[in-house]
């Protein structure tokens, strides 16, 4: 059972930072169809990285906020409710070992069952050439290189044959702060 007062249970935050400083802002900046919406976006940070919260306006009808545990859902849900653009705010809970969802706007519950890449990217905002540049890329061929691209192959510790091995003569040094 999950207990957040266990002494291996990180401290449960939800600290507000302004957007640029969230380490996914780049990525909005390139695909929202309305960048005014970054103006009221928010930085969240619940344990070392910050992520972007963006919220509802234009064309983008809702967002989501993914937390690995349910006690940063439920602060990260908190502080969402302090800030205009964020109606509705709640917690989905996942059934499968996924991350939860803090979400607001309109409720996607068809959303998560939906095949469509165009009508995800259109509910969430992006703009059309965001949206033609994710679906092009997800139809190529994924591009594999040559056998011997990476240099030879050596067998690692574990048994698999991988270019990425480590050799024999590496020593690992722990750094204690």
Do not use: N
Not at 116 to 144: C, E, H, M, N, W
């Amino acid at each position: 059972m999950h207990d957040p007062t266990a002494r291996t249970h990180p401290p449960v935050k939800a600290l507000v930072l302004p957007p640029h400083e969230a380490c996914d802002f780049v990525y909005y900046e390139q695909r929202l169809a309305d960048l005014h919406l970054l103006d009221r976006a928010i930085s969240i940070c619940t344990l070392r990285l910050s992520f972007l919260a963006v919220p509802v306006g234009g064309s983008r009808r809702g967002g989501f906020f993914p937390v690995d545990c349910a006690c940063f859902g439920l602060a990260v849900r908190y502080a969402l409710r302090a800030f205009p653009g964020f109606p509705d705010v709640r917690l989905r809970w996942s059934p499968w070992p996924d991350p939860h969802h803090v979400e607001w706007g309109e409720k996607p519950s068809w959303l998560w069952s939906c095949q469509d890449d165009a009508v995800l990217g259109r509910f969430y905002g992006y703009s059309d050439a965001a949206i033609a540049r994710y679906t092009a890329a997800k139809t190529r061929a994924p591009q594999v290189p040559p056998p011997d691209a990476c240099g030879p192959l050596r067998r690692s510790s574990v048994g698999v044959a991988s270019s990425w091995a480590v050799p024999a003569t590496f020593e690992r040094k722990s750094r204690h702060v």
